[in-house]
């Protein structure tokens, strides 16, 4: 149950500020600051968007997440480098397409060459 005052912009305003308040993540530029709006992207497919977010979030099934969730014994990359986190499979890696924090804000086509490529090993 959510409660609503009768002054019709204070909510969504309160709403915002709140947000801001908790959110203290300044760094990940490709997360959209707060507004009462949907993140681009939300016309892709759920694989795609789920893919997406993760990579806007930087939390996925990269070999250094799943080594410290304790589901793989190596945290090593199939290009060779040491670690495959999130950050090296969007800027670094070799072996597939690359991306930045606001090709993913923006959900461009270098966004979703990134998606389609990733999409089923993150």
Known sequence: ????????????SYRLNQWKEWDQNTENTAVQEPIEELAKGTDLPR????TLNRARTKVGRTAKNLQRWN??????????EPTQSMEHL???????????DDDLLVCNESAKAWIKFYGDKI
């Open 71 to 80: 589901l793989s014994e190596s945290r090593d990359c199939a290009c060779g």
């Open 47 to 50: 694989k795609e968007w789920v």
């Open 90 to 100: 969007l800027r670094d890696c070799t072996l597939g397409p690359t991306c930045t």
């Open 1 to 12: 149950m959510r409660t609503e005052s009768l002054d019709r912009g204070e909510a969504p």
